[in-house]
């Protein structure tokens, strides 16, 4: 087992950036990424858009580490496609982020994880590499984002999140060799 999760979790908050609290986004008040749901969730109590603003890269790393990285099992996905897998995860939800995984490596698209898309992912990445995988989990997730409310309003960002998360997927991939 090895760990990616700090590289990969530098390029997700270079993502998300800082706080935000557009009316016009269903998770209300959001920080690096994690929402006041997510953050109430997280320490099992209400918090403010106030408690929001004041969280810390190290409570908001922790909660990535236990809430998406984890759950994905980001730590047994190939260099790079562990990052593409974790963002998507942190962007659209987790069980988005392995529906997208499964149907590529013809996995059953339950939305969870497990061995069997490890194996899927493994054989798909020993026949086409993992940099094939990155590509098609690039192309998947941006019909997924043209299929969604908001697109007129967020579109454009997602789509260049996409790509960004793509080359550094390809990047982490190229110095792995």
Not at 13 to 30: I, L, M, Q, S
Not at 81 to 108: C, E, P, Y
């Amino acid at each position: 087992m090895r760990d990616n999760f700090q590289a990969c979790l530098k390029t997700v908050f270079a993502n998300e950036g800082g706080y935000v609290n557009d009316p016009r986004d269903p998770g209300g008040a959001t920080n690096m990424g994690i929402t006041i749901s997510t953050l109430s969730q997280y320490l099992g109590k209400e918090v403010t858009p106030d408690d929001v603003k004041k969280l810390t890269v190290d409570v908001a790393g922790a909660i990535y580490r236990d809430k998406y990285w984890e759950p994905l099992c980001c730590d047994d996905l190939p260099v790079g496609v562990d990052l593409s897998v974790f963002d998507m995860g942190v962007n659209s939800g987790i069980t988005r982020a392995a529906k997208i995984l499964q149907g590529i490596v013809d996995a059953t698209p339950d939305g969870v994880i497990g061995p069997k898309t490890l194996a899927g992912v493994s054989e798909y990445c020993t026949i086409h590499g993992s940099s094939n995988l990155v590509l098609f989990y690039k192309v998947a997730r941006d019909a997924f984002y043209r299929s969604i409310k908001g697109f007129q309003y967020y579109g454009t960002g997602w789509l260049n999140r996409s790509s960004r998360v793509a080359k550094e997927s390809e990047l982490m991939i190229l110095e792995n060799k």
